[in-house]
């Protein structure tokens, strides 16, 4: 297949990229399952990672083997450059408080307040009540819950109990946040506030996130990156704009389904491998491809050459994204050709998907 985003699209910026994780051949098993198999993968400063994957693909286990709750049969895992795989528990105390995370039903204790339920990583470390107060009002106003102090979680909506989830986590300075699923308990409007809120302190505190999720919309809108897992291994990662246009694995292009424009099903159903009226092409397009009048050139080139089906365009990291299905006659048996030709050369990526059998 020929590829959609040239190398030097994808390439990582020049400057030296410092890694805030790093696993190396990270393996575990459990019984006749290897819920990770030879996961090697890191994690950027100051980056939104997006790691996606099917239910049992093995994100949950590889967060828990990050944050030294689960062990690995085999592999290595560093933080900030130390190696944590074979740290004591005892040794594992420190490592864990600069690592904040945040769960799809929240965690929070609900005989203690908001401020005490932000403060108590603090308590656990030993800082003094005056300062985790202070620190526990500061992070309620980073989140928007400074009215919320003195409220039980009862009281709080889903998206409130996030935020002081959120808050929570920060609680100790972390180095990196983990999300597990954080919005998946959460309406789409809720959801968009707590990424937008998780977006803005990546960037005001330069906070590095290793965000799990099933929700692709949640990578789109806020990750820089994305690993794909599949029966514990990473089988693709990229920018998330350059995977989502052009996804090189049948898992990828599953899970991306939803959020791409996919051939309407009544066409499909009728698609023929032969012969048909029409010949239907997808045509995906991105970054500085995508920008140009690519549809009115192939009609001033090709007039009555297709029809435009179904697609669009979306946005993602700044970068288009195009995807659109045609119908091309196949009358003049020469067409098709032309219009790939046209199309190849103007940087898209034709596919012919089959024949309308239909289409008059
Ligand atoms: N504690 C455990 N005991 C046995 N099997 C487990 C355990 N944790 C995870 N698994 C198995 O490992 C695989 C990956 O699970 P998990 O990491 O939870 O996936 P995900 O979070 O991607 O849905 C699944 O097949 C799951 O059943
Ligand atoms: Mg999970």
Redesign the pocket.
């Known amino acids: 297949m020929n590829s959609l985003v040239s190398a030097s699209q994808i390439e990582a910026p020049t400057e030296a990229v410092e890694e805030v994780v790093r696993l190396t051949g990270v393996t575990?098993h459990?019984?006749q399952?290897?819920?990770?198999d030879g996961v090697s993968l890191s994690i950027h400063r100051g980056e939104v990672l997006g790691l996606i994957?099917?239910?049992?693909?093995?994100?949950?286990?590889?967060?828990?083997c990050l944050n030294g709750l689960?062990r690995v049969d085999a592999g290595e895992i560093h933080v900030q450059g130390t190696r944590i795989t074979d740290l004591t528990e005892r040794e594992l105390q420190p490592l864990r408080r600069r690592i904040g995370m945040i769960f799809q039903h929240f965690n929070l204790l609900s005989a203690k307040t908001v401020e005490e339920n932000v403060a108590l990583p603090l308590k656990i470390a030993g800082v003094a009540r005056a300062e985790r107060l202070k620190r526990a009002a500061e992070l309620l106003d980073l989140v928007g819950l400074s009215d919320k102090a003195k409220a039980f979680p009862a009281s709080l909506s889903g998206g409130q109990k996030q935020r002081v989830g959120i808050a929570r986590a920060l609680a100790a300075r972390p180095v990196l946040l983990l999300s597990?699923?954080a919005t998946s308990a959460l309406d789409p409007e809720t959801t968009r506030s707590i990424l937008t809120l998780l977006k803005d302190i990546n960037r005001k505190l330069g906070l590095t996130i290793l965000l799990?999720t099933?929700e692709m919309e949640v990578v789109r809108d806020i990750a820089d990156r994305v690993a794909v897992?599949d029966a514990?291994r990473i089988v693709e990662e990229g920018q998330v704009w350059s995977v989502f246009a052009d996804p090189q694995t049948d898992i990828t292009r599953s899970l991306l389904g939803g959020i791409r424009p996919q051939l309407p099903a009544q066409i499909a159903a009728r698609l023929s491998p032969t012969a048909g009226a029409e010949a239907i092409l997808s045509v995906d397009l991105a970054g500085p491809a995508a920008q140009g009048a690519l549809f009115a050139d192939l009609s001033a080139a090709l007039p009555h050459s297709f029809r435009l089906v179904h697609g669009g365009i979306d946005h993602i990291q700044g970068q288009p994204v195009a995807r659109f299905f045609i119908a091309v006659p196949t009358r003049d048996a020469t067409l098709s050709g032309k219009v790939q030709q046209f199309l190849t050369a103007r940087s898209a990526r034709v596919e012919v998907l089959g024949y309308d059998t239909d289409h008059a």
Do not use: N, P, V, Y
């Not at 239910?55 to 967060?63: C, R, V, Y």
């Open positions: 575990r459990f019984a399952t290897a819920a990770l994957g099917r239910s049992g693909a093995g994100k949950s286990t590889l967060i828990r689960e597990d699923e799990i099933h897992i514990g």
